[in-house]
């Protein structure tokens, strides 16, 4: 199966857009530049190999899988499909790309040999020409809602199709995508193919400006806890007596609310009780040491997970009254830890983050009212009983420690949960299918994907 060559035709204002929006890259390079270098005063991985993002560096072997994964989350999405991939075409070779330094730490386990990691070349016309001429890729695929406009067009220049996977675009998204047509449209246009999470994002994507959009699911359904982890998890709650809400993936912007709430809702706490304990881990590591000055600047005795040491928490922690989760990849073991999570980036209008993980560590959720960027996930973890919505930080949690403290209604939010994480897999299967089959075999020649990947179904909507 050959992909429909990506060469959208651009009328004048097109044109007219893409040449501006070249020139504006090229105006903001250095300024760009400084921002990574500022970055890297606090995570020194963003000073690296700065010449990819110029397009510079190592010459790759022509032919490899070109898969983007901006960041930490899209990072872990794109786990399972290119585990489907490797098993699809066995002869797989991946050049993986990010944008932020937790994609390219979590990115470096998806390597094997053969493989190779570099940064996204900044979206200027001259670092996508050359990053397009040293690696040469079969095929590019970029994760969610990566729309970069010179990357595809380059790409459609130099004749590389390049894949939307588990893509989404939000109604807010697409307002302001239709805002800048002129420039975006043609760079939707010019996907060869859109395998899109939901119909209602297939849709949306469509309105767009995307053509060869298909429904293919959620790849976050596919993602499984690593059992370690989760294991850890459960260890460091044994013994603990005490009800343990988790903040997860707390955002800017919600710190105050949440340690005010808690601080009222520990006073008020009966004495008869066990105090009940808040794991706190920020979304982004530079946050963390922000985060641990709030906590204490609110008079919360807090322990850091960082540390711990190798035996879990000591008495120290057992007895603190906020945990903050300042380590990378261990997610799983936080909600497995926690009897209820809520659900960072709700109750500021950022959107929300993904509650299909917590769903699948068997870990019942709390919303805030902001939850746009999953918007369907979210309103089918309500449906099944895997989730709860508040209207304000102080009514989540209320909400929290209510089941926290509920056994029964606990175990069946709990059951609830991983039914639901359970029910909607095999969005990664369907992808590789898809993509599986534009890569060219050993000796050139285009073939069918693996018998073993039997043929897509659609995703429920």
């Not at 429909?4 to 857009?17: C, G, I, V």
């Not at 060869?212 to 059992?227: H, I, R, S, T």
Request: with cysteine; proline share 7%; glycine share 10%.
């Amino acid at each position: 199966m050959n992909p429909p060559r990506p060469h959208p035709d651009l009328s004048l204002r097109e044109r007219l857009a893409l040449t501006g929006y070249g020139q504006l890259m090229r105006l903001l390079l250095p300024l760009l530049m400084g921002r990574l270098l500022w970055r890297a005063r606090e995570e020194p991985l963003y000073g690296a190999a700065l010449g990819e993002r110029l397009g510079l560096g190592r010459t790759s072997r022509p032919g490899a899988l070109w898969l983007h994964a901006v960041s930490l989350g899209e990072t872990r999405a794109a786990e399972p499909l290119v585990q489907a991939l490797r098993r699809a075409r066995p002869d797989l070779r991946l050049l993986l790309t990010h944008g932020t330094a937790t994609g390219r730490e979590a990115g470096a386990a998806l390597l094997r040999e053969g493989d190779e990691q570099r940064w996204l070349p900044l979206d200027t016309p001259g670092a996508v020409r050359r990053f397009l001429r040293l690696h040469r890729p079969a095929l590019g695929v970029l994760m969610e809602t990566e729309v970069w406009p010179m990357l595809l067009h380059e790409a459609a220049q130099a004749g590389v199709p390049v894949a939307l996977a588990n893509a989404r675009l939000s109604e807010k998204s697409l307002r302001q995508s239709l805002r800048f047509d002129a420039l975006l449209r043609p760079a939707a246009r010019s996907f060869s193919a859109v395998l899109a999470q939901t119909t209602e994002d297939a849709q949306r994507l469509k309105q767009a400006g995307a053509t060869g959009v298909e429904v293919c699911g959620n790849l976050k359904y596919d993602l499984q806890p690593a059992p370690e982890l989760l294991a850890a998890g459960l260890s460091w709650r044994a013994g603990l007596g005490r009800p343990v809400v988790l903040a997860a993936s707390w955002r800017e912007g919600e710190d105050e609310p949440l340690l005010q709430a808690w601080t009222r809702r520990l006073a008020a706490w009966p004495a008869q009780q066990p105090r009940p304990l808040l794991l706190l881990v920020p979304r982004h590591p530079q946050r963390f040491a922000e985060v641990a000055g709030r906590v204490e600047a609110a008079g919360l005795a807090l322990v850091r997970r960082s540390g711990w040491g190798e035996g879990g928490p000591g008495a120290k922690a057992r007895d603190a009254e906020v945990w903050l989760g300042d380590s990378m990849r261990e997610m799983p073991s936080y909600y497995a830890c926690a009897d209820v999570a809520l659900l960072g980036g709700s109750f500021a209008p950022l959107g929300g983050q993904n509650l299909i993980e917590a769903a699948a560590c068997g870990c019942p959720v709390v919303m805030g009212p902001h939850t746009f960027n999953f918007a369907l996930p979210a309103e089918r973890a309500l449906a099944a009983g895997a989730a709860r919505r508040a209207a304000d930080m102080a009514a989540a949690l209320d909400q929290a420690l209510a089941l926290a403290v509920d056994g029964s209604g606990h175990a069946l939010a709990v059951q609830a949960a991983r039914d639901f994480a359970a029910a909607d897999q095999g969005a990664a299967r369907r992808m590789a299918l898809r993509l599986a089959a534009w890569l060219p075999a050993p000796d050139g020649a285009r073939r069918r994907p693996d018998d073993r990947l039997s043929a897509p179904r659609r995703a429920a909507s």
